[in-house]
Nanobody
Framework: QVQLVESGGGLVQAGGSLRLSCAAS????????MGWFRQAPGKEREFVAG????????KYADSVKGRFAISRVNAKNTVYLQMSRLKHEDTAVYYC??????????????????WGQGTQVTVSS
């Protein structure tokens, strides 16, 4: 069983930056595909970014491409989401997630096995 704990959320002005962290425990972190998702009020949860076990492959939602960067440090059992040039529409609860299996070009379409509790990101316009 994998436990995921996100941190780093908060209130930021439009155009600003935040870095989210997700610490994993209870499993073999380096074997998991890791992802970030978000859910805005009144909307469905959506895929934001994913990264393969060795950081060799990443995938981003079109809405964040060029502004967000996902990374991981397996030695620290941690995955990060660096968010830059934030927009009001990036306001959401951000969730870290892990899944077994291989990274896919269709990452985000596959169900994830483990989820964190989420961290709120609010971007003021």
């Amino acid at each position: 069983q994998v436990q995921l704990v996100e941190s780093g959320g908060g209130l930021v002005q439009a155009g600003g930056s935040l870095r989210l962290s997700c610490a994993a425990s209870g499993g073999t972190f380096r074997t998991y595909v890791m992802g970030w998702f978000r859910q805005a009020p009144g909307k469905e949860r959506e895929f934001v970014a994913g990264i393969s076990w060795n950081s060799g492959s990443t995938k981003y939602a079109d809405s964040v491409k060029g502004r967000f960067a996902i990374s991981r440090v397996n030695a620290k059992n941690t995955v990060y989401l660096q968010m830059s040039r934030l927009k009001h529409e990036d306001t959401a609860v951000y969730y870290c997630a892990a899944r077994r299996g291989y990274f896919s070009d269709d990452e985000g379409r596959y169900p994830y096995d483990y989820w964190g509790q989420g961290t709120q990101v609010t971007v003021s316009s």
